[in-house]
């Protein structure tokens, strides 16, 4: 199956959050993703949400694991991607109806490896906005800008360390063997 995007979403005893943001990506304006759920071994409801979600949306897949952490699930997750980009969504996450077409209709215009977009944080409780923790990227193409300078002032040092804002193309994690350090959280 070739899908132009492949959204990974690490689970760990999240039933809580879960539907919240499975409804948001299944009602992502962009049709041709699948959603590729990694049960990290959870102990709660997740699973059961999980392979409830996966039987009402056919792009839902659910991979289910022992608990080995964040960055194991997200590289079994990769693993199974088919998407010509992959991105990220943690699943206490809620992402607006056209992110990923967003990012993808950006990527493909300019050829980007990478896509990124900014965000707003809210409090657990209350739902309360906290601005100052969001980050407002002015919107840009660095064609100039390489993977490998990092250096303070370019594009690449405002792009927070975060993956959950991003649509990277699969082939550069490829290529590149970049996967998500086990054990690191």
Partial sequence: MSVSVSIIVPCYNVAAYLDQCMESLAGQSMEDIEIICVNDGS???????????????????????????????????MEAAAGKYIGFVDPDDVVERNMFRRLFDAAVEKDADVAVCGYHEFCDRGGMDMPESGW???AGFFPEEKAERFRRGTPWSRCAGTVWNKLIRRELLEENGLRFIPGLR
């Fill in 43 to 77: 102990s709660d409801r997740t699973a059961e949400i999980l392979r409830e979600w996966r039987d009402r949306d056919g792009r839902v897949r659910v991979i289910d694991r022992k608990n080995s952490g964040v960055s194991a699930a997200r590289n079994s997750g």
């Fill in 136 to 138: 407002s990227p002015s």
